[in-house]
């Protein structure tokens, strides 16, 4: 069918000038909207890093620039796709893949934040609450089952980074590149950065000689109990120490892992 | 002040309108008249025209332009790519050498939503604040906005359509972008979260080049096909509240196009070329009101009409240092 060839009157071009103007105004603004979804529907729950404030508040105060990224030494930290709505550009760890190991120190991811939406009222690794470890995946615990551990703890191509004090205080390296040899698996605890702290506070050398950096409570512990088979074993069991940072997740050679970490009643931080 | 008002109206929307009879100096009324009496300026308009289609003028300010945009993106992935902390951060926020700056609109976002402000953020903003009402408000737009970039390209390639017959402009009511602005900072204030943020292209293109490109890549992609195909340069001219904020910013800059009505041959070169026309409303003939003008707050200084304008009738000039930026 041929276009009907007339010229459009002032007013007629006028009018549709508004509909159309009306119409990306609408679109624009639904379009916004639709960064709702994602977050009243729950789709993610993240782990934020140290100093996150409350979900809400935190996604309020966030910029999405990505400074608290840059800072990290362990690249933990990752930004949200648009998958996330209104949470797009905000900071996250996947604990699994590379969890926060405080090897900054200082926190540095809440120095860098320009907003305080990683709350500046914190300084030390034991003052944050990312969220907390829980065991979901016992069986596939090697010390429950009474096995040692030798190698890498995660195979020889996993990415993610710890630092060992004995190696580099300051440069973390692969995994990957620091095999064990343990007759009774305790990577969790062994790794775990609150009861690292802890013996070197034991050990009257808190870092940085700083006593504020030594936690007042453990994080993990193994606990000795006779299971059902009536032998008795070790069992990892999270403390109220612990502060949601993942390095059991992440160190944990059972696949899947023997823990997961859980933000949801986390970050009670509001400053 | 007047003029203030008038240039602030026209960036919240408002049609620029013929000036009242009472409105012109002395000295633009001898101007025009003048120029309506010598007939000898029609020939020399159109061997002006003809020359300049022969010889194209250079993009010099394009061209410094765009190395300016893509050195100052360049640095913030090379910033974090090196690890030199140079630039951190993305546009949004940022250190530079350590120190704050913060997107005055994300940063209002931030504000309204969180209802409260850390001393970072003020440092921030303030400093920003203070950079681009020096440097002129929207400058941020065509000098920094990585977006604006690409709307760039998207605009030669809907010019080429359109040249081509195969689609037209459609343009919107601008005054709909104040109406943007208005909604996003109700709804940040409202719903607590920095709704604008989710479809900011200057954000997501920003972090895409420093973090690596995600999905919203594909929100942007749709934008230009919607400049290309449908409206010209539609996101900067009608709905980024960024380019509203900072044109407020700079409606009082010493940055500004500066407007010569003497040597003017009104032949409209700078209008085709410019991303925002309506500040150029005193090019017509007989509108100018003074001999000499500033072209108004929703200027970019994208410096296009200064290198379109055959009798350098245009300049981008800092108040104080107009003959150094020459």
């Not at chain 2, 707050?297 to 020459?326: I, W």
Request: hydrophobic fraction near 40%.
């Amino acid at each position: 069918m041929a276009k009907p060839n007339k010229r459009l009157t002032r007013e007629q071009k006028a009018r549709r000038q508004f509909l159309r103007t009306v119409v990306l105004g609408v679109g624009i603004v639904g379009v916004s909207l639709l960064g709702y979804v994602p977050v009243i529907g729950r789709w993610f729950e993240r782990i934020r890093p140290p100093g996150a404030l409350k979900e809400q508040e935190f996604l309020a105060s966030c910029i999405k620039c990505g400074q608290c990224v840059q800072v990290c030494p362990v690249n933990a930290i990752k930004l949200a796709q648009l998958s996330d709505g209104f949470g797009v550009g905000s900071p996250h760890i996947d604990t699994r893949q590379q969890a926060c190991d405080f090897s900054c120190d200082g926190l540095q991811c809440v120095l860098a934040c320009p907003t305080g939406a990683l709350t500046h009222h914190i300084n030390y690794p034991h003052e944050t609450d990312m969220g907390v470890a829980r065991v979901v995946n016992e069986k596939q615990c090697l010390a429950v089952m009474g096995k040692g551990f030798k190698g890498q703890a995660r195979g020889a191509s996993f990415k993610g980074k710890l630092r060992y004090e004995e190696v580099d205080r300051w440069k973390p390296i692969r995994v990957s590149e620091h095999p064990y040899d343990l007759e009774l698996c305790d990577l969790c605890f062994r790794q775990c950065p609150i009861e690292m702290r802890i013996a070197q506070c034991d050990a009257g050398k808190p870092p940085s000689a700083d006593e504020n950096q030594c936690p007042p409570q453990h994080a993990i512990t193994f606990e000795t109990l006779a299971f059902e088979d009536g032998i008795t074993r070790k069992r990892p069991l999270i403390l109220d120490g612990c502060v949601g940072c993942g390095v059991c997740e992440m160190i944990c050679p059972a696949e899947p892992g023997v823990f997961v970490i859980d933000s949801s009643e986390s970050r009670g931080l509001a400053a | 002040m007047k003029h203030l008002i008038k240039s602030v109206a026209v960036l919240l929307g408002a049609e620029p309108k013929k000036p009242q009879a009472d409105e012109y100096t002395p000295e633009a009324l001898a101007i025009h008249a003048e120029q309506r009496a010598d007939k000898s300026r029609i020939a020399l308009i159109h061997a002006e025209i003809a020359h300049k289609k022969q010889h194209k003028l250079p993009e010099k300010w394009r061209r410094r332009r765009w190395t300016v945009l893509i050195v100052v993106n360049l640095l913030f992935v090379v910033s974090f790519q090196l690890d030199i902390q140079l630039l951190e951060g993305a546009l949004t926020a940022s250190r530079f050498v350590g120190f704050h700056m913060a997107d005055l609109n994300s940063a209002l976002q931030v504000m309204l939503a969180y209802k409260e402000v850390v001393i970072n953020l003020v440092i921030g903003t303030s400093t920003v604040l203070v950079l681009w009402w020096l440097l002129g408000g929207r400058t941020f737009c065509s000098w920094v906005c990585p977006y604006h970039l690409l709307a760039e390209w998207a605009e030669m390639a809907h010019d080429y359509l359109a040249k081509k017959k195969i689609i037209t402009d459609h343009p919107f009511d601008r005054r709909v972008r104040t109406v943007f602005w208005l909604v996003f900072a109700v709804l940040a204030f409202v719903t607590g979260y920095t709704v604008y943020e989710t479809i900011s292209p200057t954000g997501i293109v920003s972090r895409a080049l420093i973090y690596g490109p995600g999905a919203g890549m594909v929100w942007v992609a749709t934008l230009l096909l919607f400049e290309i195909f449908y409206s010209k340069r539609a996101w900067c001219r009608y709905a980024c509240p960024i380019g509203l904020t900072y044109g407020l910013v700079g409606s009082v800059s010493p940055l500004k196009v500066t407007y010569n009505l003497a040597t003017c041959f009104h032949e409209a070169e700078c209008k085709k070329v410019c991303e925002v026309p309506h500040v150029l409303d005193m090019v017509v003939k007989g509108r100018a009101t003074e001999v000499d003008l500033l072209v108004g707050a929703d200027c970019t200084h994208c410096g296009r009409c200064v290198d379109a304008c055959p009798t350098h009738s245009l300049n981008l000039e800092f108040k104080g240092l107009g003959q150094l930026l020459k």
